[in-house]
């Protein structure tokens, strides 16, 4: 059920700046049309219309090949999130975390970009993590452990990598009017810290 314009229109209105930007920043490409014309009025209203207006751009274009390469670069050129260091060029990787009790199986996978030795440590502390907590479970336990070693050890190999890895690349893609917004390395780095599920 579509909400009306009016009501949408309220919304907008009710929202802080902060929440309306980053709602034009990493959301205005899954907007109906006429919700982006709202959007767009009540950032103009409050005066961030130019704030938003490259993040709301560049999701709506296709990003190509080399823009999003580009857009690798700038990321793997920040200091690492985690740890700080400008040592490495950051890259991505998928941690899978699995914790059983009995009949309860739960199966966490996080998105966590920054430089390669930190990332070794994420699938490190993932795949210890699962191991002794994971195979608690019946029957689901077993399983998933077997599988979050797995993708760990899979993780791994691809993090030190000398090129922006697959899921680095599938980041930018999602992030694209994120990454516009943010602007400054500050704002960058927020975005890179920031959670990501996996």
Known sequence: ??????ALQENYRRLSNDRLLRLAAQDAAKLRPE???LLRAELAARGLATLA???IAAQLRVVSEEEILAYCQVLRAQPCPVCQSVARPLNATRTSKVMSMLVLTIWDKKLTIACPPCLDKH???GSLLSGLLGWWGVP???LRTAQALRANRGMAALNNLPYPNDLLKEFVVRNVGAIEAAGSSAGLQALLSGPHPG
């Open 123 to 125: 699938n490190r502390e």
């Open 53 to 55: 207006d490259n993040a």
């Open 140 to 142: 689901w336990g077993v």
């Open 1 to 6: 059920m579509a909400v009306s314009e009016a």
């Open 35 to 37: 919700a982006l014309l």
